[in-house]
């Protein structure tokens, strides 16, 4: 028998699950992503909340395994408006990527930062922000990109721009939608300059480009809820 206590984990989807349960899909740093019963949950005092850093216990035999104990290891957050969406997002992508029982504690930490801070950051930091963490989910799954190189093996010029290859790379091109000044804050995963509005979009493009090749014909409920920006 299984027996897990108080590993931190963050809760990234939840559905009702026969008659006063619910089916819980948590990120955890030691075990990945799991799935859990939580026998009462929809009828407890106090509900278990997405977004809050948890220390859960859970045991059991079989593949699916009961939730015993939570808590919370955490400030206060409560996460509206845009960011949500843009949390949302993140949590099913985790959710779509990741298989179970396989333990990602960077992309663990890089949720915990991302969540933690959405709520202070403006819009445009907090669409650079995603931006940044997509790159790194990718790259963590195994499917990074050199950003600092060509595909002739040149380095990356900030006054160049240039076009994006699958699986080969980027290419010099005149007309290029993706500037060598946005591979160089992607590559450095800075937070603090954000690219301009254009770039933000040629990121988003990117980006996309890369997780439609995995994630497949099934589309991202959370992506009818995106602005325009999005």
């Not at 990120?27 to 990945?32: A, P, R």
Request: aromatic residues 8%; neutral net charge; proline residues 3%.
């Amino acid at each position: 028998m299984t027996k897990i206590e108080l590993t931190p984990a963050f809760l990234i989807h939840r559905r009702a699950y026969r008659d006063n349960s619910l089916l819980l899909d948590f990120l955890t740093l030691e075990h990945g992503k799991i799935r859990l019963i939580g026998r009462g949950v929809r009828q407890a005092k106090a509900n278990i909340q997405m977004f809050q850093h948890l220390r859960i216990s859970y045991a059991g035999k079989g593949e699916l395994k009961t939730l015993t104990h939570w808590e919370v290891d955490d400030a206060p957050r409560q996460i509206k408006g845009e960011a949500l969406i843009l949390c949302l997002y993140v949590n099913e992508l985790i959710t779509r990527l990741i298989h179970e029982h396989d333990p990602h504690p960077q992309i663990f930490d890089l949720y915990q930062q991302l969540i933690t801070q959405m709520n202070n950051l403006d819009q445009q930091h907090q669409y650079w922000s995603l931006r940044v963490f997509e790159n790194s989910l990718l790259s963590e799954l195994g499917y990074g990109l050199d950003c600092s190189v060509d595909v002739s093996g040149d380095l990356i010029q900030t006054d160049k721009n240039y076009s994006y290859q699958p699986q080969l790379g980027f290419s010099q091109q005149g007309d290029g939608k993706i500037s060598g000044k946005l591979l160089n804050l992607l590559s450095s995963e800075c937070l603090d300059n954000t690219p301009d509005e254009q770039q933000l979009k040629a990121c988003r493009n990117l980006n996309r480009q890369r997780l439609n090749a995995l994630l497949g014909d099934k589309p991202l409920k959370s992506r009818e809820l995106f602005f325009t920006k999005n």
